[in-house]
């Protein structure tokens, strides 16, 4: 077997791990960032949970597909990461005073929430653009088969070194109400990270591809493929479906254990459920392949019905540690596999488009907005 190289293993390492910081911080602190500094209407959450799922599946698509046109991966993951990391520190500029001084005649906190909104959906682009497409893509044109494997294996577990990091590190700064500086750190990490990658990326020898983007992208949309694979369709309608039910309360986790339950060691509590539930993941790898996916996912659902069900009664941290662990089990053993993407080739941008983009996360902000107004979270 061809071993990769120690450049191609830093690079993987690197990249990987930063570009998985960005998004600990987009998907867990900018709606905590909204809500407790600029506005409590979970409106402005849906909206800015919606409009970035659409940036995102907009741009992985497109973007993605002009990197195969040009032949170019390095130039798409060094410029992305400059401008992601840029973006991402700007979050800390916009508050409602200085939106208030921007826009003297209209409303500070709505103006501020609206730029946080339009922030979010440029950072999303640049950060899709440099790790969604760019450097997904450069994983599979440098990565060999008979090394994919090992490779997967580490960057399976960068998400949560990043949560954990962040949480036990970093997560003290936002209580102390220092987002400036929270979101400086980070987005100077992911700038620092595009400078170091012009250096340290290896360029694959790649073909610029000529054919035709567009018909490759509305593929997967025609009756005639739809008809012809019913089962792969199904498991789309069924997965996207679960995503729409886990988008609901996901954006709100740490507004709920702080707002509501009064947690002020959430982040202990999320990180002991991470780390069980991928302990849970890695250990259940051998079982679930020696029974087969299908007939593990009705009870993995299960899992994690009876862990949100419990989170409903939860109270206590001990108690929403326990009944959290139940849901973060059944949500990483849910999952679909990595291997996905390869096994159904063209079919994995349609995913990406069924299960990450509008349904899922405009429908299911609006979904999680109305819980919020029902039950009003104290602000």
């Known amino acids: 077997m061809k ?28 709606n905590v960032y909204l809500y407790n500094t600029i506005s409590t209407d979970p409106g402005y959450i849906s909206a800015m949970v919606g409009w970035s799922a659409a940036a995102a599946t907009l741009t992985t698509l497109l973007m993605g597909a002009l990197s195969d046109r040009v032949g170019k991966r390095k130039l798409f993951i060094c410029g992305g990461y400059l401008l992601w990391g840029l973006s991402t520190a700007a979050f800390g500029l916009v508050t409602v005073e200085n939106a208030a001084k921007l826009f003297p005649a209209a409303s500070a906190a709505a103006a501020a929430a609206v730029m946080i909104v339009v922030l979010d959906c440029v950072m999303t682009f640049f950060g899709s653009t440099a790790n969604d497409a760019a450097f997904n893509a450069w994983i599979t044109d440098t990565v060999p088969n008979a090394a994919r494997g090992k490779a997967e294996s580490v960057l ?10 962040i949480f036990g590190l970093f ?18 990490l992911v700038v620092l990270t595009g400078v170091v990658s012009v250096f340290l990326i290896p360029e694959p020898k790649l073909e610029p591809r000529r054919d035709n983007g567009l018909k490759n992208l ?16 199904l498991a789309f309608a069924a997965f996207c479906l679960f995503s729409v039910a886990v988008q609901v309360f996901f954006p709100y986790l740490i507004i709920y254990m702080q707002n509501y339950l009064h947690f002020d060691g959430y982040a202990l509590v999320l990180g002991i459920v991470l780390i069980f539930a991928s302990v849970v993941s890695v250990l259940s790898g051998r079982v679930i392949d ?15 019905f009876a862990g949100l069900l419990g989170m409903f009664f939860a109270r206590s941290m001990l108690a929403v540690i326990l009944t959290a662990e139940d849901g973060g089990d059944g949500f990483s053993l849910y999952q679909p596999d990595d291997g996905l993407d390869l096994l159904c080739g063209r079919f994995a941008a349609l995913l990406n488009f069924h299960c990450g983009g509008n349904l899922k996360a405009e429908r299911a902000g609006e979904i999680g907005k109305a819980v919020v107004e029902r039950h009003k979270l104290p602000a």
């Open 3 to 30: 071993k990769l190289s120690p450049r191609v293993w830093l690079t993987l390492i690197l990249v990987g791990m930063v570009g998985q910081f960005a998004w600990t911080i987009e998907n867990m602190y900018f």
């Open 156 to 165: 399976a577990i960068l998400p949560l070194i990043s949560m954990l990091v």
């Open 171 to 188: 997560d003290g700064m936002t209580q102390r109400g220092q987002w400036q500086k929270f979101f400086a750190i980070f987005g100077g």
């Open 218 to 233: 509305v593929y997967g949309l025609r009756p005639s493929v739809v008809r012809g694979n019913p089962a792969l369709y």
């Open 290 to 304: 020696r029974l087969g996916e299908l007939r593990c996912v009705l009870p993995a659902a299960g899992v994690m």
